[in-house]
């Protein structure tokens, strides 16, 4: 059901065509610069040790810190995904070349954390996104969090070829008729699902955030999915990003939107504006 509402929201274009149908050929040319590669993980259900990549689980957690606690209500926060560099293909590691990437997020909705907060927005104090070296490893063998999700190892991962989004294509400088961007987005993406890399698979509009440091705008690392290999729904059938910028690697972010079928507390107050490029995209909210 998720997977149909996706598709029939997310293709959602203007139905005038403004030119001819083109060979897939020219079509490949016109856009071959843009091609990346995303790396799709492969799972298995069960926790592995704590510098194991996966979904939820016990995290590897530094010597002499402490398990990340939610900037609101204090309480630990639950590990989402955690990527060791180290597990990775040779060629994925152009997204994470070292270190442990890690995303915590506040599950409590005692506390309307997420909504508090704004976790939707990037950098927000009920998430955490860090990468960390894993040496020194503390001594927690167990999770403290409270109804923490059953855990998913990474057991691989195998490549797919990723083109921007329709939305995208034209902060590109591409031009492409309608009938192109259809033929594009149907043959190549961007996937859903979790992802390594390649575009974001955006839900409401173009949302990259900007560096605040440098105010660059960040790129893609990993994509993360409502229930794919999460037990957890963004809003209402969400899908949420981490960047990172390219010139201050020690900046990340993490940032969500969703479809807002239903409306929810979070998705009422979601008014995401883009700047990007020196484009202004107002999300938009459907609504039915």
């Not at 996104?129 to 969090?145: L, Q």
């Amino acid at each position: 059901m998720i997977d149909i509402i996706r598709r029939l929201l997310g293709s959602r274009r203007p139905d005038v065509s403004n030119g001819p149908a083109s060979t897939d050929e020219a079509i490949h040319a016109k856009v071959a610069a843009y091609r990346k590669v995303a790396w799709i993980p492969e799972v298995a259900d069960g926790d592995g040790a704590p510098s194991d990549s996966k979904f939820s689980g016990l995290a590897f957690i530094p010597a002499h810190q402490e398990w990340p606690k939610c900037g609101n209500c204090g309480q630990p926060m639950q590990l989402f995904v955690q990527i060791n560099s180290e597990e990775l293909p040779d060629k994925a590691r152009e997204y994470l070349a070292a270190g442990i990437l890690q995303l915590f997020y506040c599950t409590n909705w005692d506390e309307e954390c997420e909504v508090e907060c704004d976790a939707f927005f990037p950098f927000s104090r009920a998430s955490l996104v860090r990468i960390i070296e894993p040496i020194d490893a503390s001594p927690i063998t167990t999770s403290p969090v409270k109804d923490s999700f059953p855990p998913k190892r990474i057991t691989g991962w195998h490549s797919a070829v990723d083109y921007p989004h329709w939305l995208e294509w034209e902060l590109t400088g591409v031009h492409l008729t309608d009938s192109e961007r259809d033929q594009v987005s149907d043959l190549h993406g961007p996937a859903g699902g979790e992802k390594l890399g390649g575009w974001p698979a955006w839900v409401q509009g173009v949302e990259y955030p900007r560096c605040p440091e440098c105010q660059e705008q960040m790129h893609l690392v990993f994509q993360v999915d409502s229930e794919h290999n999460i037990p957890y729904m963004f809003g209402d059938v969400g899908r949420g990003h981490i960047t990172q910028c390219r010139h201050h690697p020690h900046i990340l972010a993490f940032a969500w939107a969703c479809y807002c079928m239903i409306p929810s507390p979070a998705c009422i107050r979601h008014r995401s504006v883009a700047v990007v490029s020196g484009h202004d995209f107002l999300s938009s909210i459907v609504l039915s």
